[in-house]
């Protein structure tokens, strides 16, 4: 990733604007509550119909994406990212493609609406940048003529699937550099839920860490939010006062990056590279936008010439590691680069037994290893992590 | 906000809880100022909002270097809204909950319009540590009581303590509380009760938006949407608490950010009688309005049964226009 992606953002005319606010799906979906079920049932009805053609349906002239973002386009990170890879879509497409964005669509009722609307809308492809299940999964099901990729998706159906960023390698990398960087051995993580993306994160980091320094630990905050500047300060408050030398978040904004600069604290970040939060401590951030461009212009691209088909498992994409920041001494990157290349070589496995879970199970016997797509399913954390069960 | 690091778990608790609670402290004397000449202004979430993000546009876009200008302009903006809820509700006797519904809502979207294209850029002006008590105090109570910025020092001790005294130790604070009392007695003995209401509306709005401004100037050093995100509304719930007197506002202000800061410390601690405080988040961001609702039922319940608690009832003429015409 480098900078000059992120330095603003440069709307071609197709995406001008949103395609929807949030306001008018609201609008339009207000006709009433029981109009939507009414609705639903007919679009069920004519999502039957549709499906005789097949999912795939034929080659086509053009075709019409949508994007729908769980935050703002210029949040400085998570959908910041996505965004810029609708952008690379947009851009590879042309006048092949119409597409729009839907920013800030939260987890409640009016998001279904807002599928609903963006079926009717006669919209072929639909990307979400969030795991949105049962708010989409409906919609989904019903209107089979539409395809459906959703960001940590666990829908798999004839036209519905699910792509992760596979991030537990970058995890240990980054935590072989936090080992190396902070003297107690004791890194930081705020995080927002509980799910494989968090997992993965913690374990991957503290296993990494432990490669260096066995006595490392991960502590974990858990927000319940990935967009709350003000909580996320709240969590790297208590994690910093609590002595932790290496602060590392999945936020959606980069306060906690400021915050541990304030500190004098290493920090490395989810989302893309901001060396310029932290100039004096940054490390290095997960380049998640790394394959999204490419991903959603071949989506998008196998859409219009008929040849989509939804796989049945998680797509994973990769996510190395970003630059480093400018004060990172070479010992550490070098040491990082060594364990990268041990993990690219399979000499070395991110999960390999015997491994333990901070509840005390053995999770892996000796031998026993896990691969990404196993890692997307994680639902526990290595022992050593404490915060997160 | 700064960080050392703190070994005593409480102390670590209050050193978070401050700083989290300054904005609602800021809110609830803004609101108290004016509810005690009779104005009811339910717009906080907007006021606090629009107060953030002028801050905010003080320092990314015009380049302002002191966080004291950037929080003056915070405040002015704040105060213009205020002036313009004032005459609203007190030149056109407009109904002061429908107003200041309408500015909580309309400040929201106001903020968050101003505030695009500004998500997530850091405000590089900010408040810095102001130690008091240098070496009086060991590290961890010094670092949890006396080693903030100076608005949380503003907003704990000369505000509250300032307001009191004007309130209930000068002739001009019982000239206020008379217009929130009784205006027409008030307006009897020549105290303009129009005046009145809109200054100290306009007063109150300011220091309302001061909060928002503390929030990018010193709490998080970046603008990101929503930022009052329900703290307003705890604001209005900690004056009732409060029974109108500024000193206990800050208390039950602190109260919110102690509740607030509890899960998060707590997990980091590791508590483990507090273990999935992530878990009671809902419910803890509900206690400052149960709190507020045991404080309202309980002197009414002792009074039922024949037992007097000390007042903590709302100046008479809140939220009721004044009309000279019809006294």
Sequence with gaps: MNKNQTGGLHLPPSASGPGYSRRDALRLGAIGVGGLAIGGSLLAACGSDDSSTGASGGAKESIKAHWVYIGPPDDQGWTQRHHEGYLAAVAAMGDKMVSGYTPNIGFDAGTTQLFQQLVDDKNDIIFMNTEYSGLMSEVADANLQVKWAETNGHHFTENCFGY???????????????????????????????????????????????????????????????????????????????????????????????????????????????????????????????GLGPFYTQQCQAVLNGSWVAPSVATLLDTPLGDWGPKVPQDVKDAVAAADAALKSGDLHVYEGPLMDNKGNQVLAAGETIDSLGAYEINWAVEGVSGLE | MTFALIENGFLSLISSAIPASTVVVLAALGCLVGERVGVLNLGQEGLIGIGGVYAVIAVVTWGVGSPWVALAIGMAAAGIAGLMFAVAVVVFRASQVLVGLALALGGIGLSNQLGTNRNGVQVRTQFSEFSLGGSLVDGGVREALFAHDPMVYVAYVLLPLTLWFILFRTRHGMNMRAVGENPAAADAVGVSVTWSRIGYSVLGAAISGAGGAYMVLSFTPTWSPDIARGRGWVALAVVIFAGWRPVRAVFGALLYGTMFSLGLTAQARGWGFLFNATDLAFFLSMLPFLVTLAAILLPAGAAKIGKRVRSTAAPAALAIPYSREER
């Excluded at chain 1, 190396?180 to 980091?205: E, K, Q, S, W």
């Excluded at chain 1, 996320?232 to 006062?241: E, H, P, R, T």
């Design chain 1, 164 to 290: 992760y960023l596979a991030h537990e390698t970058t995890a240990y990398l980054l935590g072989v550099a936090a080992a190396h960087l902070a003297d107690n051995g004791r890194i930081g993580y705020i995080g927002a839920f509980p799910t494989a993306t968090a997992y993965n994160d913690v374990n991957g980091m503290l296993l990494g860490a432990r490669s260096v320094n066995p006595e490392a630990t991960v502590e974990t905050v858990m927000v319940s939010t990935f967009y709350d500047p003000q909580a996320a300060a709240q969590a790297s408050d208590a994690l910093l006062n609590n002595g932790v030398d290496f602060l590392f978040g999945v936020m959606d904004e980069p306060t906690f990056l400021n915050l541990a600069e304030e500190a004098g604290v290493w920090t490395g970040y989810w989302n893309g590279d901001f060396p310029e939060q932290a100039p004096n401590m940054y490390t290095a951030g997960f380049d998640i936008g790394h």
